[in-house]
Nanobody
Framework: QVQLVESGGGSVQPGGSLRLSCAGS????????MGWYRQPPGKQRELVAG???????NYVDSVKGRFTISRDNAKNTMYLQMNSLKPEDTAVYYC?????WGQGTQVTVSS
């Protein structure tokens, strides 16, 4: 049974940084594609950043240059480094590995 556990969410002022982590033994490795998604209040869930099994990365335009997705196969952990955060980044962030989803972690950007 694969379980993805997210951490690192919280409240931060605009311009601040957070790093989200997603731990998941049995899934997070170079074999599977994975990604980070977010769901703002009252809106649909969207892909924020993805990383393929080959290591290529893609980002939604609104976070390019500010967010970085990475993974550490030895630690079975995926990360999302978020810099220069904006109020519009406020959402519940979810990690996905193959067909598995984390429980979500809240990120709030507010002054």
């Amino acid at each position: 049974q694969v379980q993805l556990v997210e951490s690192g969410g919280g409240s931060v002022q605009p311009g601040g940084s957070l790093r989200l982590s997603c731990a998941g033994s049995g899934c997070i490795s170079s074999i599977n594609g994975m990604g980070w998604y977010r769901q703002p209040p009252g809106k649909q869930r969207e892909l924020v950043a993805g990383i393929s099994s080959g290591g290529s990365r893609n980002y939604v335009d609104s976070v390019k240059g500010r967010f970085t997705i990475s993974r550490d196969n030895a630690k079975n952990t995926m990360y999302l480094q978020m810099n220069s955060l904006k109020p519009e980044d406020t959402a519940v962030y979810y990690c996905r590995c193959a067909v598995y989803w984390g429980q979500g972690t809240q990120v709030t950007v507010s002054s």
